[in-house]
């Protein structure tokens, strides 16, 4: 069964398995937590937070959400808001909460500052300053404790979640993505891809190739032979230039040989001797990172006395966090050093598993989970390593065939079905939750989702909240209205067309089983040698129709969810478990898909 839920059917003729759940992770996730480290903190009945104007100056006047927990010494009212003694700089929230002795959390969504008003322009212009407070009224003996404040970018709040590692502007914070993942069981033979949502070119030099000799999960490893020509890399991008910001490098290796070469390295960023970024080895026992800009050399984390044991596999995190730098090995802090350094922007590729440098220098052994974040760093103290491929794109494909979808916006998982703080397993019940606006997922244009003329399955839950312009749009593969989608459309019916525009292969228009807001509904489309059938709930409705539309003639088209034949048509709804098989299922696998389902439904 795949881990969707599904029939058992063999592999190869399973070209997409995405789900909201699998991915570990979710795109709602917040960029950071803008505002101050803040524990638990009791004010009397008025009170000032932390002074939000370098978030707005930082970050833009954009939609910003704001959640914390409240308690009170004894129910009543509290006024949270913006305040800056007589004037405020900037217009952001001013809301009342009722609140009891036990914690709430409040969130406040959706908020967009405004720029300095003419009171705080003409009688304060140098007093930089927009507080957040909070005011229960003089006299009333009402005195709140706040915790968790939690400030990100977008339209609603994700769960709180609290980490180690403190520093001023990114505090129990989340990364915004992660910006390159390479797996070792993604791709084959010397095909690498990028997991995470930016999908990066991943190109290679030498024999560096997939390897299942050794696999620290299963599906495989990367494998570097060691003899200076043999690295991945990816062209310059500013999702690696991290100046004096925050930033986590991490990965699994198992090494043959940490001292068969000098200076074999893990990562590095290199244009010249005197510009670059590189984390190496010195030997079996020192690993160093090491920096120049424009001459000028930055950081001095230079760590000895560790043995690294050829053979074994390791986890390895590279953190800066705030003016330190960090590196763990398994979880356990081997050093780390204090001092403040900008990484200059070295316009030269990311290299992994080299430093970029000569003819030498390379890494000699296996590594898996290549990650690179910028803007974060996950850890600031001891923690446990990965126990289990950490599938960070937000459409992971666990069909082996493609390397994930990309999500057009990040704030589209339903976050109610997440336990709070749950984030790196989170609850079954995830789904994917589209706002009728500009969110969908893109799965390219990969010659697995191409079936010509032949046989092929698509199914997928779906729940839909509105029509967007009587419309709804679960599936396409098109450009304008012609190719392949599948539709709903208003007062409630499932369409499907392949060829021309709205060419249906689905039986009469009568006969069609009327669907309603808010239910879930699993849907099935199949063509079987020519003959095109669909099904609602497992069970099949209208009758067959014969359709030979050469699918091959869309191969410039991406495969979409979400999203119709024309750039605004979007879908309002939610969607889970999107199974794409190259073959033809049998009525009896269809059933047994929904069947494996339903309960996770409700159906």
């Known amino acids: 069964m795949s881990a969707a839920g599904g029939p058992r059917i063999a592999r190869d003729n399973m070209v997409m398995c995405l789900d909201a759940h699998d991915a570990k992770s979710y795109p709602g996730e917040p960029t950071t937590n803008y505002f101050g480290h803040l524990d638990e903190v009791t004010l009397g009945e008025f009170g000032q937070l932390g002074n939000l104007v370098p978030i707005f100056e930082t970050y833009g006047l954009v939609p910003y959400t704001m959640s914390m927990d409240i308690k009170v010494n004894k129910n009543g009212g509290v006024y949270v808001y913006m305040q800056n003694g ?178 074999p390295a893990l990562y590095s960023q290199f244009v010249d001797d005197n510009n670059f970024l590189c984390l190496y080895f010195a030997g079996a026992s020192r690993i160093l990172l090491w920096g120049r800009n424009a001459g000028s050399a930055y950081s001095t984390l230079d760590h000895t006395g560790t043995t690294w044991t050829a053979g074994v596999w390791y986890h390895v995190a590279l953190v800066r966090n705030g003016t330190t730098t960090l590196l763990f090995r398994d979880g356990v802090l081997l050093d780390s050093v204090t001092e403040s350094w900008t990484a200059s922007n070295i316009t030269g590729a990311l290299y992994v598993g080299w430093w970029g440098y000569g003819t030498n220098y390379g890494f000699k052994g296996y590594m898996d989970q290549f990650r690179f974040t910028k803007g974060t760093a996950l850890w600031g103290s001891a923690f446990t390593p990965p126990t289990r491929r950490n599938l960070k794109a937000p459409a992971v494909d666990l069909s082996g065939s493609d390397d994930g979808g990309n999500f057009t916006t990040k704030a589209m998982t339903d976050v109610t079905t997440y336990r709070d703080g749950q984030v790196i397993e989170p609850v079954a019940s995830a789904v994917w939750d589209f706002d009728g606006t500009d969110d969908y997922i893109s799965c390219g244009n990969g010659s697995s989702l191409n079936f010509g003329t032949g046989d092929f399955t698509i199914g997928f839950w779906v729940n839909i909240t509105d029509w967007v312009g009587n419309w709804a749009w679960p599936i396409s593969k098109a450009p304008g209205y012609s190719g392949m989608f599948i539709a ?68 410039a088209n991406s495969f979409n969810i979400g999203l119709g034949p024309d750039a605004t048509a979007n879908t309002n709804g939610r969607f889970g478990a999107v199974q794409v098989y190259k073959t033809a299922l049998t009525a009896q696998q269809v059933k047994q898909s929904f069947d494996s389902q339903r309960s996770r439904f409700k159906v």
């Open 86 to 263: 007589s004037y405020t700089k900037y217009s952001f929230v001013a809301i009342s909460v009722s609140c009891t002795k036990e914690y709430q959390r409040f969130t406040f969504s959706n908020l967009t500052p405004a720029g300095p008003t003419a009171a705080w322009t003409a009688n304060t212009p140098t007093d930089h300053r927009a507080m957040l407070a909070m005011y229960t009224g003089y006299g009333t003996d009402i005195n709140p404790t706040v915790r968790n404040i939690q400030i990100e970018k977008g339209s609603y709040a994700t769960p709180f979640v609290g980490r180690t590692g403190k520093n001023m502007n990114h505090i129990q914070a989340r990364p915004t993505s992660v910006n390159l993942l390479i797996h070792g069981n993604v791709g084959s033979g010397q095909s690498f891809y990028d997991s995470s949502p930016n999908k990066h070119t991943v190109s290679v030099n030498g024999d560096v190739t997939h390897s299942n000799t050794k696999s620290k999960f299963s599906g495989g490893s990367i494998y570097f032979d060691g003899a200076g020509d043999d690295y991945l890399y990816v062209a310059d991008s500013d999702d690696w230039h991290v100046g004096s910001g925050d930033f986590t490098v991490d990965m699994w290796i198992n090494g043959d040989d940490y001292a068969n070469v000098s200076y």
């Open 488 to 555: 709903l459309t208003s007062p409630g019916y499932f369409r499907a067309s392949l060829g021309a525009w709205f060419t249906d292969v689905i039986g009469s228009y009568s006969s069609e089983p009327a669907i309603s807001f808010g239910t879930w509904y699993h849907f099935t489309l199949k063509r079987a040698s020519g003959s095109v059938t669909a099904y609602l709930n497992g069970n099949q409705y209208g009758t067959s129709v014969a359709n030979t539309y050469d699918l091959g003639t869309e191969s």
